[in-house]
Nanobody, 116 residues
Framework: QVQLVESGGGLVQPGGSLRLSCAAS????????MNWYRQAPGKQREFVAR????????NYADSVKGRFTISRDNAKNTVFLQMNRVKPEDTAVYYC?????????WGQGTQVTVSS
C-alpha cells in the first residue's frame, strides 16, 4: 500500500534553514507528481509546493516562493523541501501528498516550529 513518511522537522530560529524529507513506497514514485502541504494551528491545510514526476517543473505558494525549494530523488523514492529564511508564520505541521489513481495519500506529518 502507499506509504509516505516525513522527517526533518524541528525547532528553528527565524531566518534559519531546515530540510524536510518524505520517503515514499507502495507505488511507482517516478511516475507521479508530489506535493507538500502544511497546516498551522487553527487553520486549514494549505498547499506549499509541487513537483512534476521528472522534477522539471515546480510550483510554489506565494507565501514561500523564493525561500523554499522542492526537489526529488527518483532513485531513492524521496521528495525534499528545503526551507530557507524561515519565518514564524511558517510554523505548521508539514505533510507530503500524492494522488494515485484518484486517491489522495498523506504522510503523518512533521512539525516545524519557527521561534527564537
Amino acid at each position: 500500500q502507499v506509504q509516505l513518511v516525513e522527517s526533518g522537522g524541528g525547532l528553528v530560529q527565524p531566518g534559519g534553514s531546515l530540510r524536510l524529507s518524505c520517503a515514499a513506497s507502495g507505488f511507482t514514485f517516478s511516475m507521479y507528481p508530489m506535493n507538500w502541504y502544511r497546516q498551522a494551528p487553527g487553520k486549514q491545510r494549505e498547499f506549499v509546493a509541487r513537483i512534476t514526476y521528472t522534477g522539471a517543473i515546480t510550483n510554489y505558494a506565494d507565501s514561500v516562493k523564493g525561500r523554499f525549494t522542492i526537489s526529488r530523488d527518483n532513485a531513492k523514492n524521496t521528495v525534499f523541501l528545503q526551507m530557507n529564511r524561515v519565518k514564524p508564520e511558517d510554523t505548521a505541521v508539514y505533510y507530503c501528498h500524492v494522488n494515485v489513481v484518484r486517491t489522495d495519500y498523506w504522510g503523518q506529518g512533521t512539525q516545524v516550529t519557527v521561534s527564537s
